[in-house]
């Protein structure tokens, strides 16, 4: 919809709750004509983007776009769709229009607003109306007046004469009251002061530290809305089982139209295992209910540090006792050595033995499976929250390098962390494969060499055998045909060389298959690679594709690495390669062309 060129009453307000939405409706119909609202907001399927102009009672017209699937609605589809997503998540533009740029706006948007039907804004809203409102609050008053004289007169007259009190209020009080009037001399005397002792007493569980820095103007506002703030929260985390929140302290710094916030918030949890839970938790809660503060105080909260500091039992004094009992520096105290079997060695702090040790079994176990003969295998657990694996292995195999074996070994290592990582629960990888060969090898070099004595045996023997063949054709007159023997000549020569090309490009392959499998925080997909024989040259072409892989986090979730970086690991990678098959087998190996595509 279309809107006269004018400056927000509101812009970019985050709704959590229905209950936030109806406030800024509320708070923008209060002193104007109408409004006209942008709302942005998203489920798990779609994503939506709504335009409502109203006046200070019903809704004239409304429009919705379906982002991903790319369709519009408007009338009463749009207010049925909206009506489904109050509750979520939205971000709103409120405008306040007066009388003429209402008009205005219902000129300019006249299709929908005749295909909008005229439904009350509370009735929509789903809230009861003011007038409502109005009438409890009256009753309530009324109440509260007739409750306080009936005190008073209990204060200034004996007891005997309250049953006549009691009997003349009853002629002029509304039947509203009657009911607590009749009640009053049994609970006064007996019942009220368990509960009011009772609420003292939970009340100081929850300590409430606040500091204010900056203009003393904003200061009541300030910390009225930092109480609330408590409150808020402190609803929430009763809901949790088995967690008490103690105490909340908040640092308030005031600025220009904001205040920079520093939070900590310290709670206890009845069973050890729970604490890293009820800390996430928390930390969402308290996130969660920062826009209370600016809806409360006027100014733009904004989130300086949140700690939260969760622990089990008894309330420890001080963060910083807590955090000294629980840091242990894991290279000042190196966990002990255990011998798994007899071709096992772990190092590993004892409370995680129990997996690691089916980890390095499962390990070896594949690695044997391979035909790699393995004599020992030493393997690092670093960390206790997160876990990094460090492996160092005396291995060999028959037909494979100490390359080879361990681009081998580092991809079924890293298969098995991310394995044993869904079981903890928790960040694993593996930092450094390590293979030290126990069985000597032909050097490639002697192969080359032996490959090249061969070779060139025989092309002395096939030049001396040319020599003889066009000295003949000579004298024969016959000079036409030395064409054929340069044909032949060549084709010699690339027989002999694609003895070696062909495996060479083999092993090219599944080399940079291997390589690419390694890199970190992408997940490779495919590869594909042509290759031509020209001259003294071979020409490769590569064509390889990788996934980003996303990590999650209290944000949503994101990629920690660019595009950019991903096709340079990957080119260099490649060039790697084809730097050590060329070396191998005495091959001068180009790249003609390599594409790196990123999903």
Known sequence: MQLPKMQPFKENIVS???DDFVSLIREALADANGAFIK??????????????????SKILAAYGKFLIENRDVIGKEALDALKLLLSNPMVIDVYTLDE????????????????????????????????????????????????????????????????KVKEVKKAKVPEIIEKPLEEKPVKVPKEAPKPASQKVAKKEELKVKIEIIGSEAFKP??????????KVLLNDIKKMNDTVLNEVEIRGEIGTGVVYLTIQLNANVGDEKS?????????????????????????????????????????????????????????????????????????IDPEFRTYFSAYSKALLRDIEDAGIRVEKMEVEVEGRKEHEINIKLHASAANMSRIQIESFVTALAKKHA???????????????????????????SVMESQVSTKAAEILKKKSEIEKEVEKLLKEAGIEELSFLTEDKKKDVEQTLLKSRIEPA???????????????PRVTFKWLKMNWNFTGSNVEVIFEVSFAKEEVGGLFGTFSGISDDKIKEDAIRTIKKAMEDVSRE??????????????R
């Open 39 to 56: 709302i942005f907001t998203k489920d798990s399927n779609e994503k939506y983007y709504f335009t409502v102009l109203t006046d200070n």
């Open 100 to 163: 003429i740029t209402l008009k205005l706006s219902i000129a300019d948007n006249i299709e929908i607003y005749s295909a909008t039907p005229k439904i009350g804004i509370e009735e929509f809203l789903g809230v009861p109306k003011q007038s409502e409102f109005s009438e409890v609050l009256e009753k309530e008053k009324l109440l509260e007046q007739v409750l306080e004289k009936v005190k008073r007169e209990e204060r200034t007259k004996p007891a005997p004469q309250i049953e």
């Open 505 to 519: 490009m083999e092993t090219l392959k599944s080399r940079v298959q291997n390589d690419l499998k390694l890199l």
């Open 585 to 598: 087998y005495g091959i001068n190996i180009v790249p003609k062309r390599i594409n790196v595509l990123v």
């Open 16 to 18: 959590t709750s229905k």
């Open 275 to 347: 604490i890293e839970i009820a800390k996430r938790k928390i930390l969402f809660f308290a996130n969660r209910h920062i826009p209370v503060i600016g809806r409360v105080s006027g100014l733009k909260p904004i989130i300086r540090t949140v700690k939260v500091n969760v622990i089990a039992g008894e309330k420890v004094d001080t963060m910083e006792e807590k955090e000294r009992g629980e840091v242990e520096l894991w290279r000042l105290k190196k966990p002990p050595t255990v011998q798994v079997t007899p071709k096992i060695s772990l190092t």
């Open 221 to 230: 506002a300030l910390e009225e809305a930092f109480k609330e703030y408590s």
């Open 418 to 444: 991310r394995e044993i990582g869904k079981a903890l629960k928790k960040y694993v990888w593996v930092h450094k494969v390590e293979v030290e060969s126990i069985m000597p090898q032909q050097p490639s």
